[in-house]
Each structure stands twice: as C-alpha cells, then as structure tokens.
C-alpha cells in the first residue's frame, strides 16, 4: 500500500476523489504517520478491501503517480549527473590509456611507387578474458559452455555492477 | 553495427577494441590491413566470447583488410577449427601457409600467413601472374620461423613474445640467413628496446659486418598489444602500427 505525505490527502478531497482515500494513512516528512491520519487496524482493512475494486485501484495507483513523479523525475536526474560523471572518469581513462599505447612508424618501401601507402596493424596475442563477474559460481574451465550458462544463477547479466563495463558496452551501442 | 545486447564483462582487451578505430581514425592512422596474430585466448573458446568477435570485426568497419593466423594457444587448447570459424565471422581470413593478394592503389601486395605448427612453415608459391610489390609474412612465434624463408620478404610481423618485445618494434634490420649470432643480435635490441626502422628494397642497408654469406633484407617488424598485464598498468603493452611509404619512381 502506498503511503502519501501530509497534504495528499487534503489535495485528493479537493478534487472530489473517491471518499476511500481520505482513510489512506499519510507520513510527514519525517516519515512518520500523522496521529489524526493514522487510521485503525479495522479502518486498515476496510480500505483494503475497497481498493480492490477496479475503480478505487485504478484511482488510487493514478494519483500515486502523479504524486510520485516530481520525485522520480528527480531521482533519475541525479542518477543520470552519477553516471555522466562515472563515464567522464571512464572516458579520461581509457584516453589516457590509450594516449601512449600507438606508436605509429613509416617506414620508405622503394618497391612500391611514390604515392602509395600501406598502412599495418598487427594485433597479437590479444588474449581474450571474459570475466565470471564476482557473484557468479567459479568458472570452471573443463565444464561444457552450455550446461553452465544453462544454468540461471551463471548468466553473467544478472550480476552486472560494474559502472565501467557498462560504458564499454555502451561505446560499442553508440558506435 | 547492431550493439551489444548482453551485459557482460570483458577485459581490457575489449576496452581496447572499443575505442581502437576511432582512437586510429584521430591520429589520422587509417589501416590498410589488419593482421590478428594469434593466441586469442589463454583458457579456451570460451573466452572468445560473441561479444569480442563483434569488437574485432569492427577493426574492419573501414575497409581494411583482416587476416588472421593460430598461435601456440590456440593449438594447446584443442579447438582450432572453432577459433577458426570465430575469428572468420569477424571477416577475418585464416592463412595457413598461404596467402592473401591485396590492392592497394593499383599495387599488389601479398600476405603471407605462416604456420609454425601444423605441419610445419612453408612459403606459398604465388603464380606467374602475381609479382607483388611487397611482400609480407604473418607468423606467431619468430623462434620458430626458419631464417631460410625469409628471404624476399619484406616484412614480418610476428607474436608470442610478449613481454620485452611487443613495445619494440624492429623494421628493416638486414641480417645475414646464416649469420650464427643472428638471435642473439635479436635478443640484445629486445633488451635494449631499440627501435630501428630503416627503408626496405634498399640495398644500401645490407648489414657488411657478415660477411661474405647470403644476404637477405630481414625487416622485423611490429608486434602488437600485450593483453595480460595491461590490468596491471597502461605502461605494459602498447599498438604499434606501421605505414610503409612508397618511395619508388614508377608504378608497376
């Protein structure tokens, strides 16, 4: 059940809501509930039970958004400020990571006409790691792929934490 | 590109592939060819997740050619043909003792992927019709590359080392095929991490100290990223990409 901050309650009776909402216990800011709000154990039931009328439900989970939307919006914003500073850290990193990693040399070739270039790269050993995340059962080597990702408890995206991993992720979305 | 879908964790192998061409693209570096050198996985397929296939194949996003070879790793772990079909869906093309032709500007040029370990190095004979104007070896590991083969080579890009090596890339040393004290003389520049790139065709640099021995240009050339410590810090491993620059008068 949804619990509203003082002042709801006075709000929904403005606007003519269903009488059963006005017996929905209210918090104030401190989270407590307000003593003349708070309704009884028998008054708990009975809106309850009225709420499980299509009508008063859908009413009620309506202004419960309403309610809530400032709140989330906000949340989200500030959800959104973590990770773009997580991702500004992520991103400095992995450029400075980068910066000293090419060395890029030329080197003349007489065989080949003046105007031509050819440009190499030459990836090796590149060792691929994909990491069991921490939460997940050991990986064990010899185990047959399938019988262990089966399993739902190894599915690695179920453990996601990683701020960094995802923005990888998300490089590779964006590009 | 369709994204990546799952979530998951990858190593800094991936981190590196993720930026890797836009990374290339601002430096102005826009390759002509991808050479993968083997050993993509320390454990097995496994690790040669979907997701890092996708990360290689955008290597080729631009244009560039890929080829790819098997390194010791991947032989010791028993699934060659599985890392054969993985790394192929990337648009990579396996050489085994064999080679690729590639075009560049109207110049052929030949790659040739060498294989240290089944059945033994051999160099593919091109047809008549095929007069490269450079010609290029992929192999994994050097200690293993018989010297006699590299005669009219013009480049080798080799793997394996690791450590000490993949940060120093060597081109254009001339060596003697025969010379006793030529893998020593390889040893004293990895320790001493010289880097040398000196013209290739060109006569002048024949190393003289040798000899009155068979001569061979032996470009050395590049090793690519060290994958296993770079959790451990940005100074380990690093790329190295070359540009051979034409400097003759005439197109072929």
């Not at chain 1, 059962?137 to 010899?142: A, E, I, L, T």
């Not at chain 2, 290029?136 to 793997?159: C, M, Q, R, S």
């Not at chain 2, 000196?198 to 100290?209: C, E, H, R, V, W």
Request: hydrophobic share 35%; with cysteine; proline share 6%.
């Amino acid at each position: 059940m949804f619990l509203f901050e003082g002042g709801v309650v006075e709000k929904a009776e403005k606007k003519q809501t269903p009488s059963v909402l006005q017996k929905i216990p209210v918090k104030n800011k401190n989270d407590e509930f307000l003593p003349e709000a708070k309704p009884s154990k028998s008054q708990l039931k009975e809106i309850s039970k009225k709420l499980q009328t299509k009508a008063a439900w859908n009413e009620y989970t309506f202004r419960a958004k309403e309610l809530m939307a400032p709140k989330v919006a906000a949340a989200e914003e500030k959800e959104k400020q973590v990770l773009a500073s997580k991702q500004e850290v992520c991103d400095r990193q992995i450029y400075e990571l980068f910066s000293i990693k090419v060395n890029h040399y030329e080197c003349p070739v007489s065989t080949l006409p003046k105007g031509v270039e050819f440009t190499v790269i030459n990836l090796t050993d590149l060792h691929f790691r994909y990491y069991t995340p921490s939460k997940a059962p050991p990986y064990k080597p010899k185990s047959d792929d399938k019988e262990w990702r089966g399993k739902e408890g190894n599915n690695p995206k179920y453990y996601y934490t990683n701020v960094q991993d995802r923005y990888i992720i998300d490089r590779f979305d964006n590009n | 590109m369709t994204g990546l879908t799952t979530i998951d964790r990858f190593d800094n192998t991936c981190k590196l592939l993720a930026d890797l061409p836009k990374m290339l693209h601002a430096k102005g570096i826009e390759p002509d060819l991808v050479i993968l050198g083997g050993d993509y996985t320390t454990k097995g397929l496994r690790d040669l997740h979907p997701d890092a296939i996708k990360a290689l194949s955008r290597l080729l996003q631009n244009g560039a050619k890929g080829v790819f070879i098997l390194g010791n790793k991947d032989y010791e772990m028993g699934d060659t043909e599985g890392t054969k079909r993985l790394v192929s869906s990337a648009g990579f093309e396996y050489l085994s003792n064999s080679y690729r032709q590639i075009a560049v500007k109207g110049v052929e040029i030949a790659v040739v992927g060498m294989n240290t370990y089944e059945g033994g190095p051999q160099m593919p004979a091109f047809p008549q019709s095929f007069k490269p104007a450079m010609k290029i070896v992929a192999t994994h590991d050097f200690d293993k590359f018989p010297l006699g083969l590299a005669e009219g080579v013009d480049a080798i890009f080799a793997g394996h080392w690791h450590a000490g090596f993949d940060a120093m890339p060597i081109a254009g040393i001339v060596q003697a095929v025969k010379s006793p004290d030529f893998r020593r003389k390889v040893t004293t520049r990895r320790q001493n991490s010289e880097v040398a790139v000196a013209p290739i065709g060109n006569n002048a640099l024949i190393d003289q100290s040798g000899g009155a021995g068979r001569y061979v240009i032996y470009p050395k050339v590049i090793l690519g990223v060290k994958t296993p410590d770079w959790a451990s810090g940005p100074s380990d491993g690093s790329i190295n990409v070359i540009t051979f620059k034409g400097t003759g008068t005439a197109k072929k």
